[in-house]
């Protein structure tokens, strides 16, 4: 993955809590947002796919196919104003991996850097996303027109192993699997297994198995009936280990179709600008307290910039750690001793909160204002007394 300027584990994080709360379990349609958004590439011209977050903007966002998607597209928008600096195309993308992985599936290669768009332009046009009742011949229009093939087609259709159909969104019903909120490869090993007859029922047609608990659509059965694509099947129920891998490697493909070089899932590491990682890289040195490594690369990096999504800089970072030789180094750069974070704190809020005497003293003996409160309206004498760091109030007492 290309190093961002952000902490993509804190990223992660923050879309699990999006989609996982005591509300929803919202992670096989969140994969079904960041699909949608991605399958209507077309290689023939470049147009469709991740880049641009088109679903904003009609026609997409009414296409039949989107039904019921902005539900989730609106829980995500809360991990977007906390990441400004990530675009929305990036997050839903991600979050389809982010959610992939704590169900339990493979990781996807990934890579940051789509874009936005302002308007609707180059919304495709509706219609290029599967019809589920069709069969292979409509799966490889579709997928061809992407640049997958047969192979493809059957590892990215695995995706069903999680999730359901509900009958107001598609018009189908029921879940694929037994265990609809776990990726693995059941999806295969039922489909294979399970004799399925079409649904009794006044809906669309759909294949039910003999309990008629669980449902396959008609373009998931093609798979079975279809020379090319049945051997496929055959695999991934065979091997779970075999459909992860080659499931990671299609759909890696598929939400990076249509995007810039740099997002491709085989773009160099660091593919984003080299002054931002170097700056990100100083920042991180600082955090872990390598003042050998901070030093190599003091020349070349804007020592002083600011993590976007944090506010934090190099001194908050080595002052919440308590690493005293590194804050002496960066107090010595020159850094801005009074900076204050998102949360209002400074490095010496964050050296007094975790108890590091040492280096609140460095700190307030280089001039640190010890009066800055910080957003919750907290100067840092009144941390050191809520953490009960008596020694430290002391210190920040003799300087005011
Ligand atoms: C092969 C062609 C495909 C067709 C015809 C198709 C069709 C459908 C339909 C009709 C639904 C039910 C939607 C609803 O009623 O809520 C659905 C759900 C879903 N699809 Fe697909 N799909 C296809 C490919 C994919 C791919 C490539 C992925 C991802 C790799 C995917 C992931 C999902 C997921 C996770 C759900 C469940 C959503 C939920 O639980 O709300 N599908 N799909």
């Not at 093609?222 to 779970?240: T, W």
């Not at 920042?283 to 999504?309: C, F, N, P, T, W």
């Amino acid at each position: 993955m290309a190093n961002p300027s952000f902490n993509t584990q804190a990223l992660k994080t923050e879309i699990r809590n999006a989609l996982v709360n005591n509300k929803a379990f919202a992670g096989p349609i969140a994969m079904r947002v960041a699909w949608h958004s991605a399958g209507t590439f077309d290689k023939s011209d470049g147009s469709g796919g991740t880049d641009g977050a088109t679903m904003r903007f009609e026609p997409e966002k009414s296409d039949d196919a989107n039904n019921g998607l902005h539900i989730v597209r609106h829980m995500l928008h809360e991990v977007y104003e906390k990441y400004p600096q990530v675009s929305q195309a990036d997050i839903w993308a991600y979050a389809g991996c982010v959610a992939i992985e704590f169900m339990g599936g493979p990781e996807i290669p990934f890579n940051f850097g789509r874009k936005d768009d302002d308007d609707g332009a180059r919304c495709p046009a509706n219609g290029r996303l599967p019809d589920a009742a069709q069969g292979a011949q409509h799966l490889r229009d579709v997928f061809y027109r992407q640049g997958f093939n047969d192979q493809e087609i059957v590892a990215l259709s695995g995706g069903h192993t999680v999730g359901r159909a509900h009958q107001v969104r598609s018009g189908f019903d029921g879940p694929w699997t037994h265990n609809p909120l776990t990726f693995d490869n059941s999806y295969f090993t039922l489909l294979l297994n399970t004799e399925w007859t079409p649904r009794k029922w006044d809906g669309n047609l759909q294949y039910t198995d003999p309990t008629d608990t669980l449902m396959m659509l008609p373009t998931d059965v093609a798979l079975l009936s279809d020379d090319g694509f049945r051997p496929h099947v055959e695999r991934y129920a065979a091997d779970q280990q075999v459909f992860f891998d080659e499931f990671a490697a299609a759909y890696g493909k598929l939400m990076a179709n249509g995007c810039p070089a740099h997002v491709q899932p085989n773009a160099e590491a660091g593919s984003c600008p080299h002054a931002e990682k170097l700056n990100h890289e100083f920042r991180e040195y600082a955090m872990h307290g390598s003042v050998h490594a901070l030093k190599k690369i003091a020349d070349q990096a804007d020592v002083h910039e600011a993590e976007k999504s944090s506010g934090r800089n190099a001194l908050h970072k080595a002052a919440f750690w308590g690493h005293k030789e590194a804050t002496q180094y960066l107090i010595g750069l020159g850094l801005d001793l009074n900076a204050q974070d998102n949360d209002g704190d400074t490095a010496l809020h964050d050296a007094v909160r975790y108890g590091h005497l040492e280096v609140s003293e460095m700190l307030l003996n280089a001039g640190a204002d010890a009066q800055i409160t910080n957003n919750a309206g907290e100067a840092v004498s009144a941390i050191a007394s809520r953490y009960g760091h008596g020694d430290i109030a002391r210190a920040i007492a003799a300087k005011v």
